[in-house]
């Protein structure tokens, strides 16, 4: 699972296998993250990974601000 942070525009992959389904039996997770860097996700030909987005063109506006543009005509 990819989580990219709004604020500091840091990506981070979480390995799956860590993760439990059933929240009500853990109350902590205990995942560790990993920062995704441009090296680690290479482009390659075709449409645009999830994660090659995230990555390599990361968002300039938040969700707020783009809402904002959108609604003001």
Known sequence: ????DP???ACYLYP???MTIDLA?????????????PGDV???EGPPTRE???VHYPARF???QLKCFVNSG
């Not at 699972?1 to 990219?4: P, Q, R, S, T």
């Not at 039996?25 to 860097?37: G, H, N, R, S």
């Open 25 to 37: 039996a853990a109350k902590t997770l205990e995942v560790t993250a990993t920062p995704l860097k």
């Open 42 to 44: 290479p482009l390659r």
């Open 1 to 4: 699972m990819i989580y990219c």
């Open 7 to 9: 604020d500091s525009g």
């Open 62 to 64: 938040t969700w707020q």
């Open 16 to 18: 799956l296998d860590e």
């Open 52 to 54: 090659e987005l995230l």
